[in-house]
């Protein structure tokens, strides 16, 4: 059953007979179409003379279908043009309207199962909070399964933004001891002069302005994780007194005689290539082997395209929680600007333009309008190789029938759909069996 809004002059005997069966809300003020469509979740639209307003009521949810009723040849062509769904010249018989009607109900159950796939792959494929499919990044999540309980030292290596610390945090869920501290600590922020208290805390009057106890980082992680970001910008003074702790276990506070044992474990992180910091003099080389046992590489956004829609439903879905507004998804044509950028600020440089058109839009869906002018430039609208949501979902069904081996009603159990929804995807996405 489809939920109908109508603005018609005169509805039509022949209208009458075509929608019976389907909520049918009647409109009398044209001038609130726009507004009633973006808050009334409405399947259809049957209205006349309304040509010029149906890119406005595409924009405000492109999954209403727009029908438009009577007018001239010239109205009904530029109504298709913006989106509607097709033009009934009066008068009309009751079998064409019902037809129309009929392709609509098909098409919005085709809508349903596909979004359901999709939360599928959503919940598949996240992780800890890492949030993807990309092979390299299913490599990342096994390695964690396989070292979180045992790890003592590791280091995440990546472009600024990758999410090396989403990483982290994983690997710390994942460990022996999750509940712990996780306790974060940027080196390319230090004081060269002050990063030994930072880390090891101190003793009051051990030097000018300690004027109590401090307890550092290395003693406030406990048995939990401490997370060292952009290690590669340690000052090198301060190197030998990591490399102390990580032979050892011992630490002491700056003006102590005391001497502290680290029980906690070391998640490094850094954007520069360690290995050419050494060369250049920059990193000592026993610092570099005591902390590169374990290396976690993430790729860049640009090398993992296929899982910027599952990203981006995961950051709408989170960025409208947070605004508490209710925007349902991205339009296509939205999509593919994403799809299209290269992404130089990867997952964070996403995570801004996401946030930034859930707070813009006042329709139920994100378009290309709402998205930063640079994604909608010349280069945003050229073809796109990357994998596309369709290809996704492809994939996901013949993961699916490969794992029931090829048996459809199975399948479709699986998949959650009717066995005819599913056997539409096999006609639609040419999956071969």
Known sequence: MLKILTALKDIPE?????????????????ASLVGRVSHGDYHLVLADGIAAMVANIKSADPRTEVVLVGGSDEEGVEAIKNGAFSFLKAPFASEMLAAIVDDIESLVEMRSETAMLEEQLDQKHQ????????????????????????????????????????????????????DDPF??????????????????????????GAIQDKVGLFEAAREGALFLDEIGDLPLSFQPHLLRVLQNGEFRPVGSHRVFQSKCRIIAATSKDLKEEVRSGRFREDLFYRITPLVIDIP???????????????????????????????SRP????????NWPGNVRELENVINQAVILTADSFV???????????????????TTSLDRVVKRHIESVLEECRGN????????????????????????KL
């Open 14 to 30: 022949a209208a009458l007979a075509a929608l019976k069966g389907h909520e049918v809300h009647e409109l009398k003020n044209r």
């Open 127 to 178: 992780f800890a909070g890492i949030v993807g499919r990309n092979p390299r990044i299913l490599d990342i999540i096994s390695f964690i399964r396989r070292i979180a309980p045992y790890y003592r030292v590791v280091v995440i290596t990546g472009e600024t933004g990758t999410g090396k610390e989403v990483v982290a945090r994983a690997l710390h869920s994942q460990s022996a001891r999750p």
């Open 183 to 208: 306790v974060t600590s940027n080196c390319a922020g230090y004081v060269e002069t002050l990063i030994e208290s930072e880390l090891f805390g101190h003793q009051k009057g051990s030097f000018t």
């Open 300 to 330: 860049p956004l640009r090398e993992r395209k296929d899982d910027i829609p599952l990203l981006s439903r995961f950051l709408l879905k989170r960025y409208s929680d947070q605004t508490k507004k209710q925007v349902n998804g991205i």
């Open 334 to 341: 939205a999509q593919e600007m994403l799809l299209s950028h």
């Open 367 to 385: 378009g290309p309008s709402h998205l930063p002018p640079y994604l909608r430039g010349p280069k945003a609208k050229q073809p796109t190789e």
């Open 408 to 431: 459809r009603s199975r399948a479709s159990k699986l998949l959650g759909i009717s066995r005819r929804a599913l056997l539409r995807k096999i006609e639609k996405h040419a999956i």
